[in-house]
């Protein structure tokens, strides 16, 4: 059968192209990662692989342990000073054009200023002065701090400023913490990175309630959807606005906010603090 013949045979169930387009096509549509694991964080980089996430779905299952054979390489991880120059060594001088994913909310006096940048790297908030509240730099990490009412137009202008990627956001809970008079009981944490000059930016607001409202991010930064769903499972911030904003970790029914400082442990008194205060909450308020 000649190859006219068979292509009609087959109807549209046949492409027929270069095979400079077909290995184009493979590579623009399946990532092999290299992998870097330095640390607990790891087993969130191997889960990937597992049945829970199915990264296979992407074509990026082909984990590699050498740069030649993979796009793309995954820190995960703390990087010690110690093991920051095998890295660059890998990641750069055999495969100089290797982009790699680093930095998360992790901080040691010991770490680098993030797998693919430098130390002393500064970022200036482009946001407007009325809306910062306060501003600095803390162990080589930008942060500005903004007003609740403020946080939509503050993280929008920032958006438009080249912060175009949210690298995470969560709450911490101040209660009973005495290390400083905090503005309000809940801080709201945004990771925020300019994917060309790679600068990261931190953005706080604090905020009080029963329950604590604020408003959400989501129609700027999609992502958020299940970081703010998570930070309502665990903390119970209300964000206005959101789509969908149920549990995300936590059975519908369960009662309360588990990363809440007074949430009970297994409904009794709970001890904590330096100064040994009691606190409980019945499991109906928690």
Excluded at 31 to 55: K, N, R, S, Y
């Amino acid at each position: 059968m000649g190859i006219e013949a068979l292509a009609e045979s087959l109807g549209q169930n046949v492409l027929t192209t270069t095979l400079g387009k077909l290995i184009g096509w493979g590579r623009g549509n399946s990532v092999w990662p290299l992998q870097f694991g330095l640390a607990c964080c790891a087993i969130e980089m191997i889960h990937t692989a597992t049945a829970g996430v199915d990264i296979a779905r992407f074509g990026s299952e082909a984990m590699r342990a050498s740069p030649r054979q993979a796009d793309m390489m995954i820190v995960s991880g703390r990087v010690s000073q110690k093991m920051a120059p095998i890295l660059r060594t890998t990641g750069r001088r055999v495969h100089p054009r290797l982009p790699a994913s680093a930095r998360g909310p992790v901080e040691r006096a010991d770490d680098p200023a993030g797998a693919d940048q430098g130390p002393g790297d500064h970022t200036s908030a482009v946001i407007p002065e009325t809306m910062t509240v306060d501003k600095g730099v803390t162990a080589g990490d930008a942060w500005v701090t903004v007003a609740p009412a403020n946080i939509h137009a503050a993280l929008s202008a920032l958006k438009d400023g080249g912060y175009r990627l949210l690298v995470f956001l969560t709450c911490v809970d101040h209660l009973a913490d005495s290390s400083r008079e905090w503005p309000a009981r809940f801080e709201i944490v945004y990771q925020l990175r300019d994917m060309e000059t790679r600068d990261q930016l931190r953005v706080r607001t604090f905020i009080d309630g029963d329950p604590p409202h604020i408003e959400s991010a989501y129609d700027l930064f999609p992502p958020a959807n299940w970081d703010e769903r998570e930070t309502y499972d665990m903390f119970g911030i209300v964000f206005d606005n959101h789509p969908d904003l149920t549990r995300i970790l936590m059975p519908d029914d369960w009662v309360g906010h588990p990363l809440r400082r007074d949430y009970p442990v297994g409904g009794e008194v709970v001890e904590f603090s330096e100064e040994h205060e009691r606190w409980q909450t019945a499991p109906e308020k928690a």
